[in-house]
T-cell receptor
Framework: DSGVTQTPKHLITATGQRVTLRCSPR?????VYWYQQSLDQGLQFLIQ???????AKGNILERFSAQQFPDLHSELNLSSLELGDSALYFC?????????????FGNGTRLTVT | AQSVTQLGSHVSVSEGALVLLRCNYS??????LFWYVQYPNQGLQLLLKYTTGATLVKGINGFEAEFKKSETSFHLTKPSAHMSDAAEYFC???????????????FGKGTHLIIQP
């Protein structure tokens, strides 16, 4: 058990809809990362927050947004969903801000857009 | 910019045989290196990491990896494969000079390890 909790585990929704994925980091970790994993793209970094502030942005679409709250949990909002957004979305947390601080991954949210 | 290449999207070995998963990286500075494992329906789990010091790094579940600067490699090995080792393995590289941030961490595309009975 990594200590990172992601909800929900599965999400099925229709194109054009909006969903929110939630992540609670490991106790004591200040950094939260979001990744998208798909068969064709592999593991893609989306965005990182550190202690409530956006720290780094990767291949995140404008239709997607995220935030980290004062209690350090994070939410990833996906809007105007398309079929291609179907993927496994992982949250990870780390104690420090990148560098050699290893990431601890949750079990992911599997999003299916129909 | 840094990159990670994992040779072989699928590797198949017999139970009890040597496991060798290859990882080569490109980086303008000596990097931090990681191997993660992903079991079905689970998130990634850290196997081992190299930051500084001894170039042979031991990890969990009997795995180890050796950092070879001259070859820009960080191959993962295990002397004797077990059925429970079947999983997806990811090599990752982090640039210590990136100033932090996950944009400094790059994952390879992964290698699916298959264990034949």
């Amino acid at each position: 058990d990594s200590g990172v909790t992601q909800t929900p585990k599965h999400l099925i929704t229709a194109t054009g809809q909006r969903v929110t994925l939630r992540c609670s980091p490991r106790s004591g970790d200040l950094s939260v990362y979001w990744y998208q994993q798909s068969l064709d793209q592999g593991l893609q970094f989306l965005i990182q927050y550190y202690n409530g502030e956006e720290r780094a942005k990767g291949n995140i679409l404008e239709r997607f947004s995220a935030q980290q709250f004062p209690d350090l949990h994070s939410e990833l909002n996906l809007s105007s969903l398309e079929l291609g957004d179907s993927a496994l979305y992982f949250c990870a947390s780390s104690l420090m801000d990148g560098g050699n601080s290893p990431l601890h991954f949750g079990n992911g949210t599997r999003l299916t857009v129909t | 910019a840094q990159s990670v290449t994992q040779l072989g999207s699928h590797v198949s070995v017999s139970e009890g045989a040597l496991v060798l998963l290859r990882c080569n990286y490109s980086s303008s500075v000596p990097p931090y290196l990681f191997w993660y494992v992903q079991y079905p329906n689970q998130g990634l789990q850290l196997l081992l990491k190299y930051t500084t010091g001894a170039t042979l790094v031991k990890g969990i579940n009997g795995f180890e990896a050796e950092f070879k600067k001259s070859e820009t490699s960080f191959h993962l090995t295990k002397p004797s494969a077990h059925m429970s080792d079947a999983a997806e393995y990811f090599c990752a590289v982090s640039d210590p000079g990136s100033g932090g941030g996950a944009d400094g961490l790059t994952f390879g595309k992964g290698t699916h390890l298959i264990i034949q009975p």
